[in-house]
């Protein structure tokens, strides 16, 4: 089991920056991979960045590419979002996951989630 806890989330206007993180606990954190998905009022859940198990791969959603980077700290058991050039269109509910071996871009397969931290961009 992998449980995961992500802090950071805020209130920002247009063109700031954040820093979300995600702690996990349990045993065997550096053979999963990470992603962070967010969800928007109204919208269905998207992925957003994921990295490999051994944060040697990255992987980013056109939209933010650019913006973003994901980064992880395998002895601290901890992935980073830093978000920066944020937009209004950011604005969403941002989750950590977790799943064995493979990158997915599918929320769907992955298993492990946090509860979520809200960003908010203001125009």
């Known amino acids: 089991q992998v449980q995961l806890v992500e802090s950071g989330g805020g209130l920002v206007h247009d063109g700031g920056s954040l820093r979300l993180s995600c702690v996990a606990s349990?045993?065997?954190?550096?053979?999963?991979?990470m992603g962070w998905f967010r969800q928007a009022p109204g919208k269905e859940r998207e992925f957003v960045s994921a990295i490999s198990w051994s944060g040697g791969r990255t992987y980013y959603a056109d939209s933010v590419k650019g913006r973003f980077t994901i980064s992880r700290d395998n002895a601290k058991n901890t992935v980073t979002l830093q978000m920066d050039s944020l937009k209004p269109e950011d604005t969403a509910v941002y989750y950590c996951?977790?799943?064995?071996?493979?990158?997915?871009?599918?929320?769907?397969?992955?298993?492990?989630w946090g509860q979520g931290a809200q960003v908010t961009v203001s125009s």
């Open positions: 349990g045993r065997s954190f550096s053979n999963y991979v």
């Open positions: 996951a977790g799943r064995p071996l493979w990158v997915s871009t599918s929320g769907d397969l992955y298993e492990y």
